[in-house]
């Protein structure tokens, strides 16, 4: 089989295609032919090394993938070739709480991921696609969409009439969107481009703020709010707007802490939590079953993942060129077939 595999930190140029040996499952596993890969902003920091992620190399990246069962290992009853599944970034994180075994076990981290043709699985871990989502748009999920169903409908309990505040209009943002909109939240939302905000309202935000030409975006949010600040912000940025997000809260609202975007350490006004009684709640993607849940969910609500570009097997590094670029919207597919 083919793969992409990391094999230095020398970022683009040490990601190399590789001719590797096509693996056979074993007991309880299943053989996946992967048919679309999604690139998470995890993938690109993995790949340049960036931001004090290492890993062991050579390493396959890449966590989000789809694809259809060719073969099943010992005593596999529950799949068939030809069934279409989709992996979970854990594959051992099957329900009940977070653990650091399961971390360990994240896909494109510490062990092999999945941008390659060929992937065995735990057969315990797969979902199946429901028939309305395509392998693009299912490989979009496993990371970005059920980090924002962990941040908003688990743990944020999120309720109709609320107020979420999206960072931005990468993949997780907009997924935050559609699931806030899909549970009557009301959206508010901030992006550094003119032509982005267009679709971020298209998609059903309720108002949009430019970050760049007006960098007080959390003053923004609380006079959209009446003066009382929002109920949920989905905190993609770290230390550089996470002094923002507080701001933007309002007492005893609740904050998702995702992403690393402006670095992973920082000055941070503690007081205002305690002041304000913020629950600050850091995520780290989620569970098979919240994404089983997850998936109903998309699949009755009619939401469509948004796909900012696909690109071919051979073409993985101008997709990673495009997370880098910052111009995307949505997620970036990868279709190895
Ligand atoms: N904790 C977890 O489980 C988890 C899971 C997934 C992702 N993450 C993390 O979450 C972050 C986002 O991931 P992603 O895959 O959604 O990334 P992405 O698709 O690459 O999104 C990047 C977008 O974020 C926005 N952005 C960048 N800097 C910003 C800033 N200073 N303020 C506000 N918005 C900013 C920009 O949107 P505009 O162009 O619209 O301004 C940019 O296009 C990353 O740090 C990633 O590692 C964490």
């Not at 799949?79 to 051992?92: C, I, L, T």
């Not at 982005?196 to 970050?211: E, F, I, M, S, T």
């Not at 997709?319 to 995307?328: K, L, P, Q, V």
Request: proline share 5%; hydrophobic share 45%.
């Amino acid at each position: 089989m083919k793969a992409w595999q990391i094999t230095g930190t020398d970022g683009l140029p040490s990601l190399r295609l590789a001719q590797l040996a096509d693996p056979a499952p074993g007991p309880g596993e299943v053989l996946v032919r992967i048919r679309a890969v999604s690139l998470n902003y995890r993938d690109y920091m993995n790949v340049m090394g960036i931001k004090g992620v290492t890993g062991p190399v050579p390493r396959i990246p890449c966590s989000d993938g789809a694809g259809e069962v060719v073969a099943l290992g010992e005593g596999v009853t529950a799949w068939k070739p030809g069934d279409r599944v989709v992996s979970p970034f854990m594959p051992s994180w099957l329900d009940g709480g977070f653990t650091q075994a399961h971390a360990a076990k994240a896909l494109g981290g510490a062990v092999d991921g999945l941008l390659r043709e060929l992937a065995v699985l735990p057969a315990a871990s797969l979902l199946a696609l429901p028939g309305c989502l395509s392998f693009e748009a299912a490989a979009t999920l496993p990371c970005a969409a059920v980090t924002a169903w962990d941040a908003l409908v688990v743990r944020g309990s999120l309720k109709a009439g609320e107020t979420v505040l999206i960072l931005g209009s990468g993949g997780v943002s907009v997924f935050a969107l559609q699931i806030a909109k899909l549970k009557g939240a009301r959206v508010l939302a901030t992006t550094s481009s003119a032509d982005k905000a267009q679709r971020l309202l298209a998609l059903g935000a309720d108002a949009v703020h430019n970050y760049s030409t007006d960098p007080a975006w959390d003053e923004w949010a609380v006079a959209q709010t009446g003066g009382l600040g929002v109920d949920h912000v989905m905190e993609i940025g770290g230390p550089a707007t996470l002094n923002r997000s507080l701001k933007a809260t309002r007492y005893g609202g609740h904050i998702a802490l995702i992403g690393v975007l402006t670095g992973i350490s920082g000055d941070l006004q503690t007081v205002q939590i305690l002041r304000k009684g913020i629950r600050l709640d850091g995520i780290y993607v989620g569970s098979r079953a919240m994404f089983a849940d997850m998936l109903a969910a998309f699949a009755s609500g009619g939401i469509r993942p948004v796909i900012d570009s696909t690109f071919s097997f051979d073409q993985v590094p101008e997709a990673f060129r495009r997370i880098e670029s910052g111009r995307h919207f949505g997620k970036i597919v990868i279709s190895p077939v």
